[in-house]
């Protein structure tokens, strides 16, 4: 029998890397994104028969869209054996710079869009006969607490502590459903663009003061230099699902500044100060 991947966020950066790896791997592909226009292009450029995939455009923060992928993808295919919550938007802001709305829309995107997936996807993957495994894609901001970052890191934190209970669940249960957390760190994606995206009932983002524009400039630099390409990281994620590993953090520099952060945590320590 032919696997199934559904990956969300499919249209471009990881998400489309993923699809990728997936198609190379021979899987039937279902994929979702907001940006209809990109996602034609992206399966296009896959040049898979067309009976291999099955797309969906729509914005995954909202959970009707996600409970049509569901629905769209066992009718389609009978069953999903990989599912990626990959979708993500980011918003570089100070704390006080930020609106109820800049709220909603990052963490609709970043940590609603992976509930909803869990929800309408893991009762019928429980229910089905083939092994699965969910990949959640959260970030190093997920384990870090950088500034100017604040609904991002929140997101993404929400996606790591989800994931980790949800492993410790269908661990107890011995379930046939592997899970994964993704979190990387600079790869060159375009999601420092992600406002391009941002639906109209947000409104718009105010202008981002001193500090926040350093840092959207700090951070589209740091994206550009990535040394990890998204294909880099989709092998990654591969690699982990078939080592079924939950942790996947491919820029393994950045394991000593979280090792910095819980030894803050342990010791007490303000954080980022060194021990003295």
Partial sequence: MTRTAVITGAASGIGFALAKRAAVEGMNLVLADIEDARLARAVAELGLPLERVLTLAGDLSEEAT??????????????????????????????????????????????????????????????QAEPSHIVNTASVAGLLSPPAAAAYNVSKH???????????????????VGVSVLCPAWVKTGINQAQRNRPARYGAAGAAGEFSAAQEKQIAHALDAGRLSA??????????????????????????????????????????????
């Avoid at 990626?84 to 829309?105: F, P």
């Fill in 66 to 127: 996600v409970s049509r992928l569901a629905d769209a993808a066992f009718a389609r295919f009978g069953a999903v054996h990989l599912l990626c919550n990959n979708a993500g938007v980011a918003l570089t802001r100070l704390v006080r710079e930020m609106t109820t709305a800049d709220w909603e829309w990052v963490l609709g995107a970043n940590l609603w869009s992976v509930i909803f997936g869990v929800q309408h996807f893991l009762p019928r993957l429980l229910a």
């Fill in 231 to 276: 294909d880099d990281i989709a092998n990654a994620v591969f690699d982990a699902v078939a080592e079924k590993r939950f942790y996947v953090i491919p820029h393994k520099r950045i394991n000593q500044v979280v090792r910095q952060r819980f030894d803050d945590i342990l010791a007490a320590r303000n954080p980022g100060d060194s021990p003295s």
């Fill in 158 to 176: 929400g996606v790591v502590t989800l994931s980790e209970t949800l492993f410790h669940e269908l661990r107890a249960e011995h379930a046939r």
